[in-house]
Nanobody, 123 residues
Framework: QVQLVESGGGLVQTGGSLRLSCLAS????????LGWFRQAPGKEREFVAA????????YYADSVKGRFTISRDNAKNTALLQMDSLKPEDTAVYYC????????????????WGQGTQVTVSS
């Protein structure tokens, strides 16, 4: 199994920025897909962004395009989510998970979820 640990959440004002990190430990493969998801109370887990573990291909939900950027630090086995121009509707617990391939962005296809990190955007 792969262990994923999220960090970097916090409280920020509308229009501010945060950078989330997802550290991967264990066996990963070049074809794997690292996805960021978020979940607000009473709502289903929602896709945010994903990156192929090897390569430059990235994917974004329409709601975050132009504001969020996903990247990977290969040497540290870490995926980053740079979040800019944050809005109150971005408030949620943010999780990272792993899928075999970047062929689906529905949460049920992902596994090895981290514990999540809280992002709160105040107005």
């Amino acid at each position: 199994q792969v262990q994923l640990v999220e960090s970097g959440g916090g409280l920020v004002q509308t229009g501010g920025s945060l950078r989330l990190s997802c550290l991967a430990s264990g066996r990963t493969y070049d074809s794997n897909c690292l996805g960021w998801f978020r979940q607000a109370p009473g709502k289903e887990r929602e896709f945010v962004a994903a990156i192929r573990w090897s390569g430059s291909t990235t994917y974004y939900a329409d709601s975050v395009k132009g504001r969020f950027t996903i990247s990977r630090d290969n040497a540290k086995n870490t995926a980053l989510l740079q979040m800019d121009s944050l809005k109150p509707e971005d408030t949620a617990v943010y999780y990272c998970g792993l899928a075999n391939y970047c062929t689906s962005f529905y949460y049920t296809m992902y596994r090895d979820w981290g514990q999540g990190t809280q992002v709160t955007v105040s107005s």
